[in-house]
């Protein structure tokens, strides 16, 4: 049993009868009255964003959860297949355990959390960058330059990210996981 001074990002804990993963936290401490901790955690059976306040000293349910690296195999219509680095059995999630999943392509190794007690899947992380090549690329208008000006690109995986107008069909480019946001041109 943890306390809510325990809290940190990446922590999973029972909360309302479902297991929520703290995606931020920050403990405050007014001048007046006592001290608390305000979090925003993430649901990792639908995927729902909720804030909570708890208070100093609060008792909390923490789940005691594994890290595996999981090879990213292919996906149907109901979800994602992947393969256990060790010992090559494999793993089936929901399309809804994995933020920006259309930046994943086959091949790509995932980090997915599990429950320890019974090694059920929580989440899927992907790694903080991925390298994709550009398949489409709207064209550069010719005097937008003075700015930062971005276009739509299609990538490998069929994500469309806002890309510099220098980037054209071909190019390789270096992707957030995060936002889905362009990071630089991969060089060859």
Do not use: W
Request: a negative charge; charged letters at 30%; glycine letters at 6%.
């Amino acid at each position: 049993m943890a306390t809510s001074n325990d809290i940190r990002k990446g922590l999973c804990i029972e909360f309302s009868n479902d297991i929520f993963k703290v995606i931020e936290f920050m403990h405050v401490k007014p001048g007046k009255g006592p001290a608390f901790v305000r979090t925003k955690m993430k649901s990792v059976t639908n995927g729902k964003v909720l804030d909570n306040t708890f208070s100093a000293g609060h008792k909390i349910d923490e789940v005691k959860v594994i890290t595996r690296k999981f090879q990213y195999l292919y996906d149907d219509e109901n979800g994602f297949h992947f393969m256990n680095n060790e010992d090559f059995s494999q793993l089936y999630l929901d399309k809804e355990m994995i933020e920006n999943s259309n930046l994943m392509k086959a091949g790509e190794e995932v980090t997915i959390i599990l429950k320890e007690a019974d090694e059920t899947p929580l989440s899927a992380e992907l790694p903080q960058s991925v390298y994709l090549e550009v398949i489409e690329a709207d064209p550069g208008v010719k005097g937008n330059t003075a700015t930062n000006a971005l276009k739509n690109a299609i990538v490998e995986t069929g994500a469309r990210v806002m890309v510099p107008l220098f980037i054209e069909a071909g190019d390789k480019i270096k992707v957030s996981t995060e936002d889905g946001s362009y990071l630089e041109r991969v060089k060859e």
